[in-house]
């Protein structure tokens, strides 16, 4: 039953590390993002009065209206989010400043009533997977935002030659998160750091899930390796 099925655009915010840090401080980091997220979506083109927004506690929600260039939230918005939060941060307390995950996808939603389906679904994995959370961390503290976006929306956007967006800028890689698995491509906007490589064939599969193979190389002694894919081994005679 088809009733109230929209095909729309999505994005998830979430602060990290925003626990902890005091009802205060989280109430100005919330008021912050909403300005910001609200300014960035309204700088792309989009009518804010017309996205349906929900708050995540430590993050917000955002569903474009119906007929929204999809690109318009990869660029401009990707970046000018970032450049909002980074104007934040400089004049912010320590611990009111602002680092974000940012998830981007797109498909047919139940809008009659409370949003719901399965595109809500895989946003919120995108949101919480894990290698956009060690992208971040592993990143100088300048760089306030990292984007995860799906394959479907990635792919009918980023590598389609709209002016602003950088192919290079993106990387695949796989995530497994509360049983579900995918490719989706890791951005850092308005940032000098393109994020590591990963194998676009890899398997998103768990390492402990994985078949696993046992090499055997022998010369002046054994030496064994347990690893994923071939090991190739020279000696000089």
Not at 12 to 22: K, L, P
Request: hydrophobic letters at 45%; one cysteine or more; aromatic letters at 4%.
């Amino acid at each position: 039953m088809n009733a109230g099925m929209e095909y729309r655009a999505l994005l998830a915010t979430d602060i990290v590390r925003s626990s902890g840090r005091g009802t205060v401080p989280l109430l100005r980091m919330r008021a912050a993002l909403a300005e910001a997220v609200r300014e960035s979506v309204r700088y792309s083109g989009i009518e804010w009065s017309e996205c349906h927004r929900a708050d995540l506690g430590d993050g917000i929600r955002v569903i474009a209206p119906p007929g929204v260039a999809k690109f318009a939230l990869i660029h401009p918005l990707l970046a000018d989010l970032a450049r909002r939060l980074r104007e934040h941060n400089r004049a912010a307390d320590p611990v009111t400043r602002i680092r974000l995950r940012v998830a981007v996808h797109a498909g047919d939603i139940h809008l009659a009533g409370a949003p719901a389906g399965a595109p809500l679904e895989v946003l919120a994995r995108l949101l919480d997977a894990e290698p956009m959370r060690r992208a971040l961390a592993s990143a100088p503290e300048r760089v306030c935002l990292a984007a995860l976006v799906s394959e479907h929306f990635y792919e009918e956007t980023v590598p389609q030659g709209y002016p602003g967006i950088d192919p290079q800028a993106f990387r695949r890689v796989a995530f497994t998160e509360k049983n579900y698995t995918a490719h989706a491509w890791l951005h850092l906007p308005q940032s000098p750091i393109v994020p590591a490589v990963d194998d676009p064939a890899a398997d998103p599969q768990p390492a402990a899930d994985r078949p696993t193979q046992i090499n055997t190389a022998h010369d002046r002694g054994t030496v064994q390796a347990v690893q994923n894919g071939n090991l190739t081994i020279h000696t000089d005679r």
